[in-house]
């Protein structure tokens, strides 16, 4: 046969193949309508087996090499997988190409984010709209905003680690994981001209780049690297710039796109070089519950002796495998870490959502970031006689912690989080070095309103000679009348901040509007919700995304149960850091502002772990009268209390009669200290 012949003849054969490839991609659809229908697993790991086996041995029949064999098998049995999780995914919305899906990602076409993004849409069979982006941040804001569907973002690498920025990102961001998709990196070095690496002076890089190929970049230490914020756009400057003596590190694909030459290929310190890539969107998605699905989660262990060995081994317990833990520290709380967690199950499954209900004891934050189908497919194993490892019996130690703590379900109550049913052990709330919900009597004090910078710092010296532990100022006001006094808001935050810098001191002030909170939280210790906002859902639930601590005022006229429940709002969002405040509350006597309900203390001590603290000067609102209900309070078992004071009450711009004199103060702490309970 001539080879003219034989090329015609691999041609056909080729042809065939593809046939045949479109013909079972075909069936794998309909199996996926029969399994939908009768409710059966995606995966069928037996027949999986049977099927390669049975490949296996036809194959040797035919002198078809097994190795080669189950190689591509293996490719054919994860595109049927991924075709029928697509399916399960978007049911309705299969073969519908005339959609178009709008992707964030940072950098232009050819960028690894961008091969990513084809490799895990390429199954939604729609017709893909890039929109670049320079930073990151700006690609999670384009979903944010609408611009686009979803966002594609590297996670972690296998050579260089995790990407730091994107997980601050995350404990941020209000968009929830929905995908992952790995890609695997293959760097090669790329030039206008096909030139020896040696006669490169320049090369472009991206950091994360330059530094997954740091080995081979020491063999030609005469080339200089000047960093560049993305990978393509560096190709696509030496392809503009057409200098022989400059190159670029980027992928094969990216080379092709901008027509410049390969020079080296495989230049990663490691072969196995793969990027993790996550997708968000705005909107969660349910996961089917026969998927293998993955769930990552953000959280902030609290601050006990070993709480983060106790919320790791809550995921021993149940059984369920952790696939990352990756630690970041706390912008602006030095030597503080969030943890994100990976691990493999699905918030839809109902021992998942245990686990988490038995985690969250021991966190002071945690926030979900989403449940979406895990793009690691594991390979079938071939021998089915292998047997499965035994897994290894924790100690008695670990057995010990791992009791998960079976909690009587608070069903007959409408809050949960909040509740001693769920958590056992009063909650301590540290904020800087004090501790709140401990033994420790703690004083929050401070005028009514920040008025001046040199106001606020008179009263950060008096909280500190007198040994009372948080500095107390409110910036946005609550006023009855729209002509009182509001506040020096942004401006009195800042006297606020700096007046606790220089005394070492905690600072608490009020947020009133939901669009406030996290502004506020990153200059003031803890945030106050106040009487009149208690029942103010859309700013709860504002507080419960935030990291700090917030101070729940009781509503005027709001039972000890609607209490609960507001602060229900905010644990529910993750926030677990809550202090509950009594105020008083409005009732017909009116010879005081309002009437301080003391018994709601032990009451409350019943009902849940939260910290407890009084507030006297707003429940009496005469200054003479607020200490022996202030001492009154340590009696009742208050873990603190709140109180207000100023230079000169009678000038003061808000609750002047309310505030007690500086000697007053003094002498209020010398009573509490010497009141012992
Ligand atoms: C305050 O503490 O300044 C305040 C306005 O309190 P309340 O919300 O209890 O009235
Ligand atoms: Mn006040």
Redesign the pocket.
């Known amino acids: 046969m001539s080879i003219e012949e034989l090329r015609k003849k691999i041609n056909l054969v080729d042809a065939n193949l593809i046939d045949l490839l479109a013909q079972r991609r075909e069936l794998s659809k309909n199996v996926i309508q029969d399994k939908n229908e009768n409710n059966n697993p995606i995966r069928d790991e037996k027949r999986e087996e049977e099927l390669l086996n049975r490949l296996v041995d036809l194959g040797k029949e035919k002198g078809v090499d097994q190795h080669f064999l189950t190689k591509v098998f293996y490719e054919i049995i994860e595109d049927s997988i991924r075709l029928q999780q697509s399916h399960v995914l978007n049911p309705s919305k299969e073969n519908s190409k005339n959609e178009r899906l709008t992707i964030a990602i940072q950098g232009i076409e050819g960028a690894y984010s961008y091969l990513a993004s084809q490799k895990y849409f390429a199954y939604s069979n729609k017709e893909l709209e890039f929109v670049s982006k320079k930073l990151f941040s700006e690609v999670v804001e384009s979903v944010e905003k609408g611009e686009a569907d979803y966002a594609v973002l590297p996670i972690e690498n296998t050579t260089s680690g995790g990407i730091n920025e994107v997980y601050d990102l995350l404990l941020h961001t209000t968009l929830s994981i929905v995908g992952e998709e790995t890609f695997q990196v293959k760097h090669c070095l790329v030039a206008s001209e096909d030139v020896s690496i040696h006669k490169i002076k320049k090369i472009y890089a991206h950091y994360q780049a330059a530094a997954q190929c740091s080995v081979f970049l020491t063999k030609i230490p005469e080339a200089r690297i000047e960093y560049f914020a993305d990978t393509a756009m560096s190709v696509q400057k030496i392809s503009e710039e057409k200098n022989p003596e400059y190159a670029a590190i980027a992928s094969e694909e990216a080379a092709k796109l901008f027509n410049v030459n390969i020079i080296r290929k495989g230049i990663a310190n490691q072969d196995e070089n793969h990027t993790r890539f996550i997708i968000v969107s705005r909107n969660r998605i349910k996961v089917d519950n026969r998927l293998p699905a993955k769930t990552s989660l953000v959280m902030a262990t609290s601050h006990s002796p070993g709480s983060l060995v106790k919320a790791l081994s809550v995921f021993d317990a149940y059984k369920i495998n952790l696939t990352k833990l990756e630690s970041r520290p706390i912008l602006g709380n030095p030597w503080e870490e969030m943890f994100y967690v990976d691990f493999e199950g699905n918030t839809e499954d109902e021992n998942v959502q245990n686990l988490l209900d038995d985690l969250g004891p021991y966190l002071r934050f945690f926030k979900v970031l989403g449940s979406y189908p895990s793009q690691v497919i594991k390979k079938t194993k071939l021998n089915p006689n292998t047997p499965t490892e035994e897994k290894e019996e924790s100690n008695s130690i670990l057995k010990e912690i791992q009791k998960p703590i079976i909690k009587k379900s608070a069903k007959s109550k409408s809050y949960k989080l909040a509740s001693r049913e769920y958590k056992e052990e009063d909650t301590i709330i540290k904020v800087r070095d004090v501790e709140i919900g401990g033994s420790d009597f703690v004083v929050i004090g401070g005028p ?1 309103s920040v008025e001046s910078e040199s106001q606020i710092f008179s009263c950060a010296h008096e909280v500190k000679v007198n040994g009372a532990q948080i500095l107390r100022g ?1 910036c946005f006001k ?1 006023r009855t009348s729209p002509y009182s006094f509001q506040g020096l808001e942004w401006e009195g935050l800042n006297y606020l901040e700096a007046a606790g810098k220089e005394y070492d001191l905690p600072v608490i002030t ?1 947020a009133l509007a939901p669009e406030q909170v996290q502004r506020i939280a990153k200059q003031s210790d803890i945030i ?1 919700i ?3 906002n208690m029942q103010n859902f859309s700013l709860l639930k504002e507080a419960g995304k935030v990291h700090v601590p917030i101070l729940l ?1 009781r509503g005027m006229m709001s039972s000890i149960d609607e209490l609960l429940n507001a602060a229900e709002y905010i644990l529910a969002q993750g926030n677990r850091q809550v202090i509950l405040m009594e ?1 008083g509350i409005r009732t017909f006597e009116t010879a005081t502002r309002n009437t301080l309900d003391l018994s709601a203390i032990p009451v409350l001590k019943e009902l849940t772990h939260l910290p407890i603290m009084v ?1 006297p000067s ?1 429940a009496i609102g005469e200054r003479d009268k607020i200490p022996p209900m202030a001492l009154a309070s340590k009696i009742v078992g208050a873990h603190g209390i709140m109180v207000e004071f100023h230079p000169e009450p009678e000038k003061a711009l808000s609750d002047g009669p309310q505030a007690l004199r500086y000697p007053q103060f003094a002498k209020l702490m010398q009573d509490l200290k010497k009141l012992q309970v």
């Open positions: 009514c409110g609550p009020e106050q106040g009487a009149r005022k105020r507030d707003h």
